[in-house]
């Protein structure tokens, strides 16, 4: 009589660029809308709307608190909103420039900007950038002592500077160029951007050592990380006639697009045109090889490639690969999101709402709001009892709406949330019978567990199931299942919430011919 046996599964991440037949014991080879943090494989908290209806389609995010007031900035591509609460109720304002008409902005060029000394300052690359200042009655307006006759696709704040990438001067562009400011005391504008006045810092840099674009910069530590499509440079303040050195730190990677860089522990996560990588200004490594690399780049639409953009979610140490995939053929907005959690070097995978932008921040809800009533924001890891929370914030152009994640539903819809690890030969080769799952799961919901078997390799699983679990009332799921190769999938499509510790698999050997890998 062949002798029972029991293999535990319990993966960490999503593997889809090897074979099923390769993939590592240790990941999953397939699956959507799970996260993985603590040992668990669990799924994810889906998205609610909040704030009430944006009065434009927002386009992008950018957290803009003072004192007095937490507030996130919205542009639509003609104006520029502002939302707030205050006690009981949400308000939008519409701070567009009073002077100067609507703005320009495309869908593809977007919007950017960051805060100097507590100054709001956008750009969309088309209109001249804006600036806007403390007050919670303020509006933006044409940025004070910008150059004349002159354009950028980006500018940032870097320590006390404003830095202007991709210039466009008197009809002339230069795409290689850095622009920067003279230094901006606290709570205004830089003075000047006149490189010729050698009293003032102002000044710029062509980095045409290489044919790409500059397109972004970020902070990092005390320098200011430049990236070209094909390079990455650094920017140090020197002082002197210079004011700042540039120095070229890599030549053989560069960035997708704006919005493609985030900073976290004093590194830059980053996607470029073929990679995921993470450095620190002197080693760089990818973190997509033989896991995601494939799979990922090969499902963006190549049309939108370039909208492509990370978003932090730093309550669970994750950063997302927003992108549109090749099956949206609904809009040109991001559909899917890779997640990578630097805690645990893992990826999983999960849907977005046609997303325009991601950002995170401080969202505030008004004190009427009662979250208990749907009986789902007791699943997140911090109290909604307040009513500040630190959070992502989806914007929706197509749907003009704003998100947060917090509910067992997307935008009130329930959705699949599933893993699977297929082709599994459990240690030893030849025919496996299986007679037996216990699932180590929690949760509000019941999962449907099916189990699939090969006889030949690359032949095609067939799976049997669904076997409904339900914790507190299961404690394990009879099977029949004969196969060389063995696969579980776990998967549901309520609005219920889930985790799963690890999988023991029952099964005896039917014919062993050898050990296996």
Not at 22 to 31: Q, R, V
Not at 274 to 286: A, E, F, M, R, W
Not at 357 to 384: I, M, N
Not at 388 to 407: E, F, N, Q, V
């Amino acid at each position: 009589m062949a002798q029972a046996q029991i293999t535990v599964l319990n993966p960490n991440g999503i593997n889809k660029d090897m074979s099923s037949y390769e993939s590592p014991k240790d990941k999953w080879s397939d699956g959507n809308n799970v996260e993985f943090d603590n040992n668990k494989t669990a799924k994810v908290l889906g998205n609610q709307q909040v704030f009430g209806t944006p009065t434009v389609a927002p386009y992008w995010l950018m957290p803009f608190d003072t004192i007095s007031t937490n507030s996130w900035i919205y542009p639509s591509l003609a104006k520029i909103y502002r939302v707030h609460t205050s006690g009981t109720s949400t308000t939008h304002t519409d701070i567009t420039r009073t002077s100067g008409g609507d703005y320009s902005a495309t869908a593809g060029g977007g919007w950017n900007g960051g805060v100097l000394g507590g100054v709001a300052i956008i750009n969309n690359g088309v209109d001249v950038p804006q600036f806007m200042g403390t007050s919670n009655t303020a509006k933006f307006a044409n940025l004070t002592n910008w150059l004349s006759n002159t354009t950028c696709q980006v500018i940032k704040p870097f320590k006390r500077f404003l830095v202007a990438l991709d210039t466009t001067e008197s009809s002339t562009r230069y795409p290689f160029r850095v622009r920067w400011s003279h230094p901006a005391e606290g709570g205004t504008v830089p003075t000047t951007w006149d490189a010729a006045d050698a009293t003032k810092d102002a000044g710029y840099v062509d980095l045409s050592q290489s044919k790409g674009f500059v397109i972004d910069c970020l902070p990092l530590g005390d320098v200011n990380i430049v990236y070209k499509e094909d390079s990455i440079w650094s920017m140090s303040f020197e002082g002197g006639q210079s004011i700042f050195g540039f120095r070229q730190l890599f030549d053989d990677v560069g960035i997708l697009g704006r919005h493609c860089a985030k900073s976290f522990n004093n590194q830059h996560f980053v996607v470029s045109e073929d990679d995921v990588y993470i450095h620190d200004g002197q080693t760089k490594q990818s973190i997509v090889d033989e896991q995601i690399r494939d799979e990922m780049f090969n499902s963006m639409h190549p049309d939108y490639k370039t909208r492509t953009f990370v978003a932090a979610n730093r309550e669970k140490n994750e950063m997302w690969v927003c992108f549109v995939s090749n099956t949206n053929d609904t809009n040109a907005f991001a559909d899917t999101a890779y997640v990578y959690n630097w805690r645990n070097n893992s990826w999983s995978k999960r849907d977005l709402p046609y997303a325009s932008y991601v950002d995170w921040g401080v969202v505030e809800f008004d004190s009427a709001t009662d979250w208990s009533e749907s009986g789902e924001w007791d699943t997140d890891s911090k109290s909604w009892n307040s009513p500040l929370k630190p959070s992502l914030l989806i914007a929706s152009a197509s749907a003009t709406k704003l998100y947060i994640l917090g509910s067992n539903q997307n935008a009130g819809t329930s959705f699949r949330a599933f893993v699977e690890k297929d082709n599994m030969h459990l240690g030893i080769s030849g025919t496996k019978s299986i007679t037996k799952l216990i699932p180590r799961l929690s949760g509000t919901g019941s999962v449907d567990f099916y189990v699939g078997t090969e006889m030949k390799a690359h032949e095609g699983t067939t799976w049997k199931g669904p076997y409904t679990f339900t914790p507190g009332i299961h404690s394990e799921i009879p099977v029949r299942a004969t196969g060389n190769y063995v696969g579980i999938r776990a998967e549901s499509t309520d609005d219920k919430t889930w985790a799963i510790d690890n999988v023991e698999i029952h099964w005896k050997s039917a014919g062993a011919r050898g050990n296996g890998v």
